[in-house]
């Protein structure tokens, strides 16, 4: 196995909370392109959070993004099931809807995660806690998250970021971005300083992005 010399992004959040918008967007677009290309090959993750994503210094950049335990990934038409009574697959405060039932996942699941994942970079906190497992997942299937301008003062947290956060925590599957290179694109807008394509959407929603 690859020999790795650096530090998980739970450690690198614990030492800075939250993580600068700019560093943040590089980080996250790293994640997404690493998944982008497990999704090509018919992998889907199903266990990404901030312990599986090693950052390293390679040449120049030290925030080169190493994704790690594909332990439980769903390969190919596999779909993720209860394992034993009372068990389901992934780590509850990532853990997408969809999963939290029981039911089929895809890439999108992934996208998901990620959002839980930009949003504690974002705001230092995760999306949904509670005391006990079934309580988390709970709120992952039916509360909705409360919005990171909320919780951080902009500038720390453009309300483009917050946009694109808050639809890769959509509900249903069909809301989340279709795709991590859709993903990178919006990232990719915010750290030009433009208004990226998930504001219009969210603002779009019944009862939701204003």
Excluded: W
Aim: aromatic share 6%; with cysteine.
């Amino acid at each position: 196995m690859e020999f790795l010399d650096g530090k998980s992004l739970g450690q690198i959040m614990n030492e800075n909370r939250p993580v600068p918008v700019m560093r943040l967007a590089h980080l996250a677009k790293q994640i997404a392109a690493g998944l982008s290309a497990a999704h090509a090959a018919g992998i889907v993750h199903r266990d990404l959070k901030p312990d599986n994503v090693i950052v390293i210094k390679r040449g120049s950049d030290p925030d080169f993004v190493k994704i790690l335990d594909f332990g439980i990934a769903k390969v190919g038409g596999e779909t993720a099931r209860i394992t034993r009574a009372g068990s389901v697959f992934g780590t509850p405060h990532y853990m997408s809807p969809e999963q939290a039932a029981g039911a089929s996942v895809d890439q999108r699941t992934d996208v998901y995660a990620l959002g839980v994942i930009l949003y504690e970079m974002a705001s230092g906190k995760v999306p949904f806690d509670a005391d006990n497992f079934m309580g988390i997942l709970t709120q992952h299937m039916y509360k909705a998250p409360v919005p990171m301008l909320a919780l951080v003062p902009q500038p720390n947290v453009p309300p483009g970021l917050d946009a694109i956060v808050l639809k890769c925590l959509s509900k249903k599957q069909d809301g989340r971005y279709e795709t991590m290179d859709v993903l990178i694109e919006d990232l990719t807008v915010i750290e030009k300083g433009e208004v990226p394509k998930a504001v219009g959407e969210m603002m779009a929603r019944s009862g939701g992005f204003n």
